[in-house]
């Protein structure tokens, strides 16, 4: 009797009105087929007749932009790259899709899976990576879009044409340091790892903090990496009035102290108690 009822519950529910439906040849699917279009010929007026003017862009990093912040961000795609293409939705749940969902509550999202391809204008490198990005519908207009994939082509591009102007605000510290008498490996490497931790947590903007040490042990190099002039100071203000500073310069002795980069008026202001070096950017790049 029990199975009987599980059975007539299970037949009930399957009958009742589908929270959402799919669809993948409705007008908003063909709308996001043309921005695609509009996208691979560079041309944006499509893109800004329609994303609302309420349209929250969320980029893969977790980042919200406002629609001229958006458009700006397409403009500078097309900045960066040429020959951009995509890959044919053929719909078929195997491949490249663009699908929308009309739920039951009236909230609608188109949902895009494809392959973006391009050539780098500054690296002259093509490149290739898939992508999902969901578009959710208010009046026949975008209110918001999601992105999702690896930014890894983009910030080389962005690195390069950085790289070209001469432009970009990164910063790297590179500093000589002697291990004073009666320190060791051993005991520079236990303190590192407190610094090194102090650093991590606290300084989300130093994305390259290094530490190497000679093969007679007597002298270590340190390499660090800052998106900008102010995440310097800001290190330096942490460093300064830490639980680090005292044991530091207990540890070791600053032979050599070199700041490579374009610099910031303010950035050697707050340095200007130490005897550093400082090197203008010429060519490269910097990641």
Partial sequence: MKRILVLFLISLFACEEPHG??????????????????????????????????LVFVDPKRNSFNKSEFIASTENIFDLFEDITF?????????????????????????????????????GQKI??????????????????VQYYDT?????????????????????????LKINKGYNKKSVS???????????????????????????NSKITLLEKYKSSEDVIFHADNFENGPNFEKFFKMFTVEEFIIAGNSSKQLKDRLSSYDIDYRERIGGWSF
């Fill in 21 to 54: 439906i799919i669809s993948t040849t409705d007008e908003k699917s063909d709308i996001i087929r043309n921005i695609y279009k509009n996208v691979s010929e560079e041309k944006i007026g499509y893109l800004k007749k329609v994303f609302s003017e309420d």
């Fill in 87 to 123: 890959e044919e939705t053929v719909s078929d749940g195997l491949g490249t899709e663009i699908e929308t969902n009309v739920f039951s509550n009236g909230v609608i999202w188109t949902n895009v899976w494809n392959t973006f391809t391009a050539k780098g204008k500054y690296t």
């Fill in 128 to 145: 290739s990576f898939p992508f999902h990005i969901s578009y959710q519908w208010k009046d026949n207009k975008i209110v918001k879009e």
């Fill in 152 to 176: 890894a082509d983009f910030d080389k591009e962005i690195n390069a044409k950085a790289a070209v102007n001469k432009n970009s605000e990164k910063i790297t510290l590179l500093l000589d």
């Fill in 190 to 216: 236990e303190f590192l790892e407190t610094l090194t931790n102090f650093v991590r947590i606290n300084e989300p903007n130093t994305y390259d903090y290094n530490y190497s040490i000679s093969s007679n």
